[in-house]
């Protein structure tokens, strides 16, 4: 959806990214995001000598609205782990006219500068993904050699901010206080403490390893898997009861088969394919620059024999992946983005998957019963096969 967004008589059009998807209400800003931008501006806390850094700004929100035609832009840096996210700051940035010289974008994974002036957070869903995010800025701040002070500005909708999430945030990086509530978003403010003891002190978590028992389809030997999730990928301690029913439902692999493990988290399902059919060719894809790292850290640890078999890509679905070129794609579908629940990322994941299969590919899924999937399979393919269900789960093929 293309959505209007007046702040202090700036008016913006947002876009919500993917630009092709089904359900075009959702808008592109929230409340959390008006609030910031007042704050920050009734304050007069940004000058073009400052450096911002924005946490989790989805679809450029706040990254639009820092910069200017002029040249008297500060400095954005924009930190995600959602490659989706970053393509929607460039775009709005460019379709509204604006000049991105001073813009850079980052991702999760990567070390922060030490020159940051303003720290401006959408507090992310994930719990883990908050602490992994407070620790790095916590290190941020007590690496840095610079005497200036930094302020930090945290934003969610109101009903988001429980007095536990107040208790992270005290921990990890110092008094905390909050706003009152505008429009159901509320403002948070931290005070670094003044003493941070040494990196030992709340050394990262992240990622997580833990083992996964293995059983062979075939001829091969079972074996013990040890699986590495860094913190913004699900099921951070264990197998997810989704992903092993799905496992137990994955269809037999010939040997040379061209995989695709579609939304691959930490490629858990395609690490399975490769650990029952070494002779197959797995492609692993996620717009998470953490969920790639995950399942690349995991072939190299259970398969390092194997990795020269292996794709790993960060991208939007299956853009620009050539058409008519996979055998068989597995994809756990999200059915939510961010906040909203939402099947379109699921809609674009069938058709690109449509495109992508050779004719007589197979596309398999998992879901919840309630998602009715069967009824987008046997649109977009005109065919849809029930291939095991329970009371929570269905497994179904769709054949190109």
């Known amino acids: 959806m293309i959505s209007p967004f007046i702040v202090n008589d700036k008016n913006l059009f947002l876009s919500r990214f993917p630009i092709a998807q089904v359900n075009r209400s959702l808008q592109a800003w929230d409340s959390a995001d008006e609030y910031l931008i007042n704050h920050i501006t009734d304050q007069g806390l940004i000058d073009p000598d400052k450096k911002i850094a924005l946490f989790n700004d989805a679809f450029g929100a706040l990254a639009t609205n820092f910069c200017h035609s002029g040249t008297d832009n500060p400095k954005i840096l924009c930190i995600n782990d959602s490659y989706i996210s970053s393509q929607g700051i460039s775009y709005n940035i460019e379709q509204n006219y604006l000049d991105d010289s001073k813009v850079e974008q980052i991702t999760s994974l990567d070390s922060l500068p030490d020159d940051i002036d303003i720290i401006l ?3 992310p869903k994930s719990k883990a993904m908050l602490i992994e995010q407070l620790i790095q800025i916590k290190q941020m701040i007590r690496d840095r050699t610079s005497d200036k002070e930094c302020i930090f500005i945290a934003a969610d909708r109101a009903k988001e901010i429980h007095s536990a999430t107040l208790k992270v945030f005290e921990k990890y990086l110092g008094t ?9 978003a509320r403002l948070v403010f931290c005070q670094f403490d003044s003493h941070f003891g040494n990196a030992q002190d709340h050394k990262s978590p992240f990622p997580t390893v833990w083992p996964l028992a293995h059983k062979s389809t075939n001829d091969l030997p079972s074996r013990d898997l040890t699986i590495s999730n860094h913190a913004n990928v699900y099921a951070r301690e264990k197998l997810d009861i989704g992903a092993r029913y799905f496992i137990e439902n994955l269809p037999e692999v010939a040997p040379n088969t061209t995989v695709i493990d579609l939304g691959c988290g930490n490629g858990v399902l395609g690490l399975t394919v490769l650990a029952n059919q070494p ?17 690349e850290q995991n072939i190299k640890t259970n398969l390092p024999g194997l990795i020269e078999q292996c794709e790993f890509t960060i991208n939007d679905c299956l853009s620009d992946i050539e058409g008519g070129s996979v055998d068989l794609i597995l994809c756990n579908p999200p059915f939510h983005q961010n906040t909203a629940t939402t099947d379109h990322i699921a809609w674009q994941m069938f058709r690109d998957s449509h495109r992508v299969l050779k004719k007589g590919g197979e596309l398999r899924i998992i879901g919840n019963r309630q998602l009715a999937y069967h009824i987008k399979l046997q649109r977009l393919f005109g065919n849809e096969k029930l291939i095991a269900s329970n009371d929570k789960f269905v497994t179904q093929s769709a054949i190109k």
């Not at 996620?286 to 995950?294: G, L, V």
């Open 121 to 123: 957070y959408k507090i």
């Open 176 to 184: 905390t206080k909050t706003s009152l509530a505008v429009k159901k």
């Open 279 to 295: 002779e197959a060719h797995v492609h692993f894809i996620d717009e998470s620059s953490m969920a790639i790292a995950s399942a």
